[in-house]
Structure formats: C-alpha cells, structure tokens
C-alpha cells in the first residue's frame, strides 16, 4: 500500500490514529485478498470518517498543524466489534445455574425482565450495557429491549449519548408468558409504531420490530409484525428461531400448518434483508436455502449455545448456502460480553462439528462479516474510506501469560489465534466511535 504522501490541510484530516491495523476486504474463506494489515499504520480521520490507512512513516511528519495524534504503537487496532443479537435487560442474570431454554425463560428471564416497567431501573442497566459494550471493544449491537417501551427509550438513550450504532426494540409478546409481560396485539402495534417514530434512523440508531419468538406471538400478532415491515421498508426484524428441540416441537404444536419453525415467520413475512434470527441451529436443507434466497443473516450464539445446551451451529451449512453470518453475545444466556471470549467457544463449536474456524475468518465474522449481516457494510466493518471511524485498540499481550505465548507466534494468523484463545476485555487498551475515544483502559 505504498501511496505518495502529499500535504495534507486541515480540510482533510482533523485525527489520526497510530498502531499496527488489521481489516478485511471481504470474507477470508472466499478471497486471497481479503485481509488488509498494516504493522506500523497511521489512520487519517476526518468528522469521525476514514480518509486514509497509510504507513506512518510515510506520513506522520504531513499532519496538519492541530490535528489530534493518538499514538497506540505496539497496539493492534481493528474495526469496533459487532454484536449481532443480545438482550440487555438480562445484564443481570448473567450466568444464572443450570435449566434449558424454555425453563430457563420461566425462572430467570421473565422475572428479571418485570422489572424493566421502570424507567429508573431500565435507565441504569442500560448506561452498565452501553459502559461494558465499550470496555469490550463493541461499537455496534443489535438489542433486545424488553416490552416495555420505557425499556426502548433507556437503551436508545443510552447509546445515543456514546454515539453507538444501535439495532434495537421493543419485544412483542401476547401469548404463553406471564400476564404483566404480555402484550395486548392492538397496543403492541401502536406502541412500536411509535417508537420508529421517534427513535429509527435518530443519528446511529435503528429499529427492529422484535417479536420475542413464535411461541409468545399469536397469528395475530406476527401478522401485525410483517404490517410494521411493509409499512417502514428500511426496519430491521430480530428473533429467534430454532434454538431448542423442544422449542421447535412446541412451535410445530402451535403452528400445525407450518412446514417449519422458519416457515412459521416466512408465510408471516418476516424473512428478507435486514431480518436477523439468532441460533438457528435445528435447521433443515429447506430452511437454509430459503435464508439464503431470502438476504435474512443467522446470529451464531456460541457461549448460550453451549450453556443451556441447545446445540452446535453448523458454520460450514451457513458457508455452503451463503448465507450471511454474524458473530453475538446473546448476552444474558451468553456468558461473556467479550467477542474475543465468544470467537473462543465460537472455535470449541466448530471443533466439535468436524469443522474449522480460522483465526482470520473469526475476526472477520466479529467485524465486516457481522457489518454484512446487518446490512450495514457501507458504513461500517472496515476502514475502507468514508466509513464511520469505530475502532478498538488491542494490546495482544495483556496478561503474563498473552505475553509469553506471543513470543512464540511466528504469524499475523499464530498471533491472531492466540488473542481470540486467550483475550477478554483486559485487551481492550481503548474504544472510540466515530474517531472520538469512548473508553480508556486504566492501568493497574
């Protein structure tokens, strides 16, 4: 990537960022191209947007005068993680002992959610959400909220205020949950049509009509979800689908005329780009090729896969349909909110599916890959000019025992495995969105 260095002016850079870079092009398994790495980088920002990735020796002495240096050499900067399903009034219930989905839900999960009909509760969980997105290195996620409206608001409010890029709504719910949880249908519709009124595309934020899944929504109420989506096109839509094989035996009890559980959401048209389905582990052939025609993404769960025991996503059944795939959290049945902690079971998953997942293709999924996912590609998962400026600043020796492995790496790929093997949010030396730093790493 040699460039000529010309003069800059004031117009043209206002930041710059300093360390080693690493982004993706494209998806790693597909191209010998795909991977962009630069050992000593200089990051040329201007209004929170990519201008240029140049080496800095070229450069460093071309800044204009006043522009703000932020040197992070010996770091490893990539795109701001991407998180592509989570749940964050379940912040505090993380991991809670023991149970299956469907009991879990009914021990842990409702009665946590309760709790969200008050505002100041829904506000604080949502500054510790939006403050442990940062301390991971994660500048874009896609949210459950809980029923409430207030719930919304909270999240919204609290990203709007970081600058975070946020999918996120209000979960629909009118069936097989407890009474103060559920919806009436009528009053769920206007209540979300309100809130895209008054929070999608405000600034980064968009919203996701969100029914919880197929067992607590009526025919009635998936209908009035796919009304929501012919009415506002550019919508997100989240859920979940074939997680549990008694949640999939139960979806076929209530939804007879069904061919699938997926099936239940296409006749209700909610399948199409912009729609994302965490799990969808118990698929068939039928379901992945009509996720592939339809433009939906998958959310690979890998740490509440492997904790309630639901299954193990198929990546190589996801790569041979092409479909879209995102890394998630799924906080709170997910145990971490690190994406360096969930590419590490995300590996453990693969292993034992007879697949493999490469170090460089992890990453890809926790950046452009997720980016991709959630049709969002064209702003953000890459430096790729023009692009909003989310970045975390990684020390790959954090820990003494990070350090002493990263001796014996011999590779960008060695190096690149370690850190997803043995990283977690100590890593995170800094977080910034739209160039401006979020979060700072206090050194102990």
Known sequence: MSVIPTLLDNDSCDTAIRASFLHFKSDPDLSDDAVEYVEDGLLI???GRVRQLVNALDWINHLPDGSALYDYSGCLIMPGF???????????????????????????????EEKFAQRAHADQVAEFFCEQMLRNGTTTSAVFATVHSESVDAIFEAAARRDLCLVAGKVMMDRNAPASLCDDTQQSYQQSADLIHRWHLHGRLHYAVTPRFAPCCSPEQLEL????????????????????LDEVRWVAELFPHSRSYLDVYDQFGLLGPRAVYAHCIHLDEADRERMADSGAAMAFCPTSNLFLGSGLFSLDAAREHDIRVGLATDVG?????????????????????????????????ATLGAAESLYLDHRIGNFD????ADFVVLDLEATPLMHRRMQQTDSLEDRLFALMMLGDDRCVQATHVMGKRQYLRERI
Do not use: R
């Open 45 to 47: 920002l201007k209004q």
């Open 82 to 112: 991407i998180d592509t399903h989570s749940h964050y009034p379940q912040t505090e219930m993380i991991a809670s002992y023991g149970l299956q989905l469907l009991d879990w839900l009914k021990q842990y999960t409702f009665p946590t």
């Open 225 to 244: 979800c796919g009304q929501l989506l012919s009415e506002h096109p550019d919508l997100y839509l989240q859920s979940h689908v074939a997680e549990n």
């Open 333 to 365: 049945a997910g145990t971490s909110f690190s994406q360096l902690q969930t590419l590490n079971e995300a590996y453990k998953v693969c292993q034992l599916s007879g697949h493999s997942l490469s170090p460089l293709k992890a990453f890809h999924l």
């Open 385 to 388: 000019v023009g692009k909003e």
